[in-house]
């Protein structure tokens, strides 16, 4: 898989004068089914996450509050997507190199996952990483 699989989606938007609502069904809205939530919150200035990629693991992520970048890299070509809007959220395939940076005070970055947590599934050097993606 490669970049042009990582996309956004739009969310349903049950717009509402008591407050907006959305939602996201594994399989449905997004091409996985969940297995996992997990969110960065209390992110301080400056920071980054990431800098890593997954064997086999599906993820979409969702600003529920605020705003971050995340920088797709397979390898190849490298793209980055803004996140501020809680009716959308980024899709990432397995073998995608990524770092989300830019968090802007009290954001919340929400990602849904395909499996449980596995260290055994995550590659967290960049060189191992494009040595995969050569062999691949
Ligand atoms: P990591 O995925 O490296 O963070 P990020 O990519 O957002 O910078 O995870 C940080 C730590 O949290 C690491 O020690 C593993 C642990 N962790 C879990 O125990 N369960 C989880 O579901 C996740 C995502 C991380």
Redesign the pocket.
Known sequence: MALIDCKLIDLPKIADARGNLSFIEGGNHIPFDIK?V?Y?YDVPGGSD????AHKSLHQFIVAMSGSFDVVLDDGTEKKRFQLNRSYYGLYLCPMMWRY?DNFSSGAVCM?L?SA??D?GD?I?SYSDFISMTNQA
């Open positions: 996992r997990y960065l996450r990431g800098s890593h989300l990602v996952a449980h947590y260290e995550y967290r």
